[in-house]
């Protein structure tokens, strides 16, 4: 339900798009991003948008970076990378991409350019 969800919303002053004008996003099949966000949705989610500086990170988070939290039986972190090169990130807790949720958990996540990863947090 809409009213359930928290949102934070700071408008981006830069472009989402790249020279092809498509978002990072806009290359995978749109049933596969349906399914992958499904879980982050559920009713009485609660989403962060645009997190910056929280304890989930142990530094500041690089400049194309984006970070968002949704929160319901499990806490999500989705991390886009809106600039065009390669980044690392590192975070405070463990995490599994939602994709694979047999991996072992991790802390250090490396985005190539237009790209974004769905974590799990690890229990």
Do not use: H
């Not at 989610?45 to 929280?54: I, N």
């Amino acid at each position: 339900m809409i009213d359930n969800i928290v949102i934070n919303i700071r408008w981006r002053s830069t472009s989402f798009r790249n020279p092809d004008g498509l978002l990072p996003w806009s290359t995978q099949p749109r049933r596969k991003l349906t399914k992958q966000y499904l879980p982050l949705v559920q009713d009485g989610t609660r989403a962060y948008l645009e997190v910056g500086d929280s304890d989930l990170f142990p530094g500041i988070l690089p400049p194309d970076v984006v970070a968002s939290v949704f929160t319901n039986l499990e806490t999500y972190l989705v991390l886009a990378n809106y600039g065009t090169s390669e980044t690392a990130i590192d975070t405070a807790r463990g995490y599994v991409p939602a994709a694979a949720p047999f991996a072992p958990a991790r802390k250090e996540w490396s985005l190539k350019g237009r790209s974004f990863v769905i974590l799990r947090q690890s229990l």
